[in-house]
C-alpha cells in the first residue's frame, strides 16, 4: 500500500533487553516525526527527521531512546535497557515538507510495545 | 510555547444529534490547527486543518470545524452524528511564528484526546 507502514505490530520484551521499532514512510516524504502515546494521555514528541538534515531530537525522554533514518528513507528507533515506564504504542509519521509547514502528517498503524 | 487543550475527555451524543468536540489553543504567532481521528488500534487519519482564511473549515465524512481567533478555539462539529464516527478525537496546532527557531519548532502539539461515543 501508499500508507505509513511500521513493525513489529505488537512487541513484548522483558525489562533490561533492548529493542528496535521500524518505520517506512510514504514514497516522496521527506518529515518524518516519532511520537509515544500512552494510554489516557495524548501524543508525545519523541523525534524529527528532515531530509538529511540533523534530526531534531528534543523529545526524546532519556538516552536510552535514539532514532536513525537511512537514506532519507526508513527510520529504526531503539530504546535500550527497556523500562516498564516504556509501555506504550510508539506510532511514525511522515509528511510533505514546504517551507511554511502546514503539510498533515500521515500515521502509521503503531507499535505496541509491553514491557514486563 | 505551543499549547492545545482538549476540555472533555468524553463526549456522549445520540445518533442524528449534532455534535461539537471542542478545542482551545495558545500559541505566540498564528497558529495551524489540526483535527486526527483514531480508530481503535489503528492510527490517526487526519480530518481537517485550518491555515490561513476562511474561519469554517470542512474536512472528511461530513465534519467542519470553526476558528475562532478571539477566543482562541477550534472546535470540531457535525451535523448529525453516526455511530461510526465513535472514536478517539485529536486536536493539534503548531505556532507559526516557532517554526525553524530551535529545537522542537517543528513539531505538532496534540492535545490528550477526546472520546466520541455516538449512541444509537
Known amino acids: 500500500g501508499a500508507g505509513v507502514s511500521q513493525s513489529p505490530s505488537n512487541k513484548v520484551t522483558e525489562k533490561g533487553k533492548d529493542v528496535e521499532l521500524r518505520c517506512d514512510p510514504i514514497?516522496?516524504?521527506?518529515?518524518l516525526y516519532w511520537y509515544r502515546q500512552s494510554l489516557g494521555q495524548g501524543l508525545e514528541f519523541l523525534i524529527y527527521?528532515?531530509?538529511?538534515?540533523?534530526?531534531?531530537k528534543s523529545g526524546l525522554p532519556s538516552d536510552r531512546f535514539s532514532a536513525e533514518r537511512t537514506g532519507g528513507s526508513v527510520s529504526t528507533l531503539t530504546i535500550q535497557r527497556t523500562q516498564q515506564e516504556d509501555s506504550a504504542v510508539y506510532l511514525c509519521?511522515?509528511?510533505?515538507?514546504?517551507?511554511?509547514?502546514?503539510?498533515?502528517?500521515?500515521f502509521g498503524p503503531g507499535t505496541r510495545l509491553t514491557v514486563l | 510555547a505551543q499549547s492545545v487543550a482538549q476540555p472533555e475527555d468524553q463526549v456522549n451524543v445520540a445518533e442524528g444529534n449534532p455534535l461539537t468536540v471542542k478545542c482551545t489553543y495558545s500559541v505566540s504567532g498564528n497558529p495551524y490547527l489540526f483535527w486526527y481521528v483514531q480508530y481503535p488500534n489503528r492510527g490517526l487519519q487526519f480530518l481537517l486543518k485550518?491555515?490561513?482564511?476562511?474561519?469554517l473549515v470542512k474536512g472528511s465524512y461530513g465534519f467542519e470545524a470553526e476558528f475562532n481567533k478571539s477566543q482562541t478555539s477550534f472546535h470540531l462539529k457535525k451535523p448529525s452524528a453516526l455511530v461510526s464516527d465513535s472514536a478517539l478525537y485529536f486536536c493539534a496546532v503548531r505556532d507559526v511564528l516557532l517554526i525553524g527557531s530551535g529545537a522542537g519548532s517543528y513539531q505538532l502539539t496534540f492535545g490528550k484526546g477526546t472520546k466520541l461515543s455516538v449512541i444509537p
Open positions: 527527521f528532515q531530509g538529511n538534515s540533523a534530526p531534531d
Open positions: 485550518y491555515i490561513t482564511g476562511d474561519n
Open positions: 514514497s516522496g516524504h521527506t518529515a
Open positions: 509519521a511522515s509528511s510533505r515538507t514546504t517551507g511554511l509547514f502546514y503539510n498533515e502528517q500521515f
